[in-house]
């Protein structure tokens, strides 16, 4: 396929036009445009949630705390961009006498990429969505963002994309600083990656979607970086002394309602938990298989969607040694759960494929030895859990290593669910997790997605007066 | 092609036994390491110097101030190491009170990825090479590496590669920290790319063997990320004030030697010059050609490149307005200096690709208003050069956003071959002269490649007492 205009009405084209003007924007202005967007979400914030519940099920309550962290993003990235961080200069001072210990003046500044492609994620109508972390930082960076809005919420996107080009003509900004693309089919997708307008493309989504993407991104005539977030089987690793620190029905509780939050479809769900067989532990799958065929449900987010989950399930229950306790019925969607001996699940990679939907396969290990090898036989995770590691131990330390080998963040109390937008956050860790691993998409260093450095050698006194001190 | 062992000799294998024990080793460790391979290199300075020469013809003046430059690097990633920037932990405070602004504890550290396949440079025996700063980043990050021997200089990497065994040796250190592949077939490169060992590449070459080379580590089972350094044109724009800043015979002087250093085989050397047609341009080239006609000349690395060189002279000098005035004779092989003009130079794109030999076209102008344009239609560039640009004005300032929108560094005075090692350098800049334009391969920053981010959430007291502080 070539480089085709979307139609007559390029979003692309529209945002590199815009691009120069935001490049060199202060770091005032691209603040105040964050600030009013989230103001504008606020106040609209009725209508907005109940439009969102309306397209995705996703809840009122939840949808509420979505809106919340979403403002409170953009916020967090205008403080960043108050702050400065984005635009220090890191400066080397020249040294007399031949190299290499004699050098010229280096003054290096971050600049930005250009327009942003950002696919839209299904299950975050406002976090990974027009509004969401890939906008906020890409704007906070100084590029101007295209939207591919995601099918399962288009009404929601363009309500969404109708207050921020308000915004965007009140403040007196190029339209073009957030472009929508909302056409219902792949095409639109894959003719957006392709224009030669776009500098860079962020994608939440699925391994399959995302892989055949990043293929596009890396074929154009001037090929792009790729920053998509994957599929993710997060494992949460349960030391024994996890047990004698919190009651196993507390810990059951807040497993089941991070398992079917939203029907499980978040990338940080748990999906696989390892834990040593004892009585507490049987106590444990007792008490979260109780909670979670008792938990909440919804309808999934799309057709597709349930039909996906229905038949992994089914892939799942027939797997060698997998004992199911909980199940879908026919007549209701609901959530899974499943046994299987470490053996087992450590000898089939099948077990170990992403369920996008509120399951969770328990690996029972007869002994301690057992939890580390489980860990390792995992691939690259977002976040990996470890539950009653608050003690100093070999086998602690072990688990640490192996949960940092292969996680973005490793998490040692609560659920990892409910991801934190603070500046230290990283969502992003080793394949299939993520395409690129040093990257993040929530957190304040999601903005060097969109930067690359550039370094003035012997620069004249007018172009170093005019860099931000 | 399956990932093969390279054969029953793995040094793939071996780097990823010693990655673990790297991967925690202390900043001393990391940076003795450093500074005895830099004393081995200076000790054995005369023959290493003169095997280099005997290989690469690149003259002992050339490759002394070149291992120079590779003991500073070796010790400047040294020094860096000790201050600690690796090591730093990020660290966000709890915030009481329900998300999104409510928040867990914190703290985020930089793991190194694994052992590093690297990729030799023909024309840098030694600060592309074994010992190079690819290698001295590398060790730093805490990652083993595997090098990739080039097939122009393998004795002297195995000399090197010797020397530094028994540095390893010395300092009972792994001796997979550092591996060499030094097969003559591009299988051997193929199979250290496919190796599931090899967790990151760094490569230095041709965009067509660095292409080749990310498919194979996109298309992994288990895709790794590729640090390629390609091809480079890169432009010298002179405004018509650098004539009445420096007398035309010495910019002339200075550009030549910078075209003819070492046959003209550096990536940073200027490849195009575009200047505004006056008496005094017309002098400067008048002079150029005079030097570069006289320019010591020496054989190229290889004869594959002497030959490419020399066919990539005959396309330039039959495409249209393209008029020649110095190039290699039959009996003589030399400088290639041509003149076209900036409509013509716009209209032909084959006139800016790479010629990797002491070729410089200049494209001239009728007037200032075309020299934008000129640079505008120029690709990605490892550096670009702005002569005259001293005094603050509406078309310098355009200059300098040009100069920036594609290249990794830019440059107001000297020429662009040398590249200083320092904190704040950039080496990688637009498609095609790197693939991930936001990495370097020369500073400090190039660790940064072979490290990713892993976030700390809740973590227990003894593991947050064990991070750097």
């Given amino acids: 396929m070539t480089c085709t205009p979307l139609s007559s009405f390029d979003p692309a084209a529209d945002a590199a ?75 080397d001072g020249a040294v007399d006498g031949p190299p290499p210990s004699g050098r010229p003046q280096m003054a290096r500044v971050l600049v930005p990429l250009g327009p942003v492609a950002m696919f839209a994620a299904s299950n975050f109508p406002f976090a990974f969505s027009v509004l969401g972390g890939d906008t906020a930082s890409a704007l906070a960076a100084g590029c101007p963002v295209v ?8 009404r929601l996107s363009r309500a969404v994309f109708h207050l921020v080009q308000q915004v965007l003509h009140e403040q007196q900004l190029p339209s073009g600083l957030v472009g929508l693309v909302d056409g219902a089919s792949v095409e639109h997708g894959v003719a957006l990656v392709q224009h030669p307008a776009i500098q860079a493309v962020a994608f939440t989504g699925s391994t399959r979607g995302g892989l055949a993407l990043q293929g596009l991104a890396a074929q154009r005539a001037v090929p792009i970086p790729f920053f998509g977030e994957l599929g993710s089987v997060n494992p949460l690793v349960v030391l024994p002394t996890a047990f004698s620190a919190q009651p196993s029905e507390v810990l059951a509780a807040q497993l089941a309602a991070s398992v079917a939050l939203g029907m499980g479809q978040f990338c940080t769900r748990p999906g696989v938990v390892v834990l040593v067989d004892s009585d507490a532990s049987r106590h444990f799958i007792a008490e979260l298989a109780r909670q979670l065929a008792a938990a909440p449900m919804h309808p999934m987010l799309t057709p597709a969607i349930a039909k996906a989950y229905l038949s992994a399930v089914q892939a799942l229950r027939s797997a060698a040694g997998v004992n199911v306790l909980v199940e879908p019925a026919p007549e209701r969607m609901g959530a899974l759960l499943a046994t299987v001996k470490a053996d087992d699940f450590v000898a089939q990679g099948d077990l170990r494929h992403e369920v996008f939907g509120p399951a969770v396969l328990i690996v029972v290990c007869n002994d301690d030895s057992a939890l580390v090898p489980v860990l390792e036989s995992m691939a690259g995770a977002l976040v990996a859990t470890l539950w009653g590691a608050e003690g100093d131990s070999p086998l602690a330390r072990q688990l640490v290593a192996a949960a940092t080998a292969r996680a973005g963040r490793v998490l040692f109390a609560g659920v990892p669910t409910g991801v934190a937008v603070t500046r230290a956050q990283q969502h992003g860790g080793p394949w299939p997790s993520s395409t690129q691993p040093a990257s993040t998409s929530v957190g304040l260093h999601a903005c060097e997605r969109f930067l690359r450095p550039v370094v003035y050698q012997s620069a004249p006194a007018w172009l170093l007066a005019g860099l931000p001190t």
Same sequence: chains 1, 2.
Wanted: glycine letters at 4%.
């Fill in 147 to 154: 939207v591919r809005a995601h099918p399962a919420h288009l």
């Fill in 17 to 91: 036009h815009a691009a120069p003007f935001w490049a060199v924007s202060t770091p005032p202005t691209r603040a105040r445009l964050l600030q009013a967007l989230a103001l504008e979400l606020e106040q609209h914030r009725d209508p907005l949630v109940a439009l969102a519940h309306e397209e995705t099920h996703l809840g009122l309550v939840r949808l509420h705390g979505e809106l919340d962290r979403t403002c409170f993003q953009l916020r967090a990235f205008a403080d960043f961009v108050l702050a400065g961080r984005l635009h220090a200069v890191e400066q």
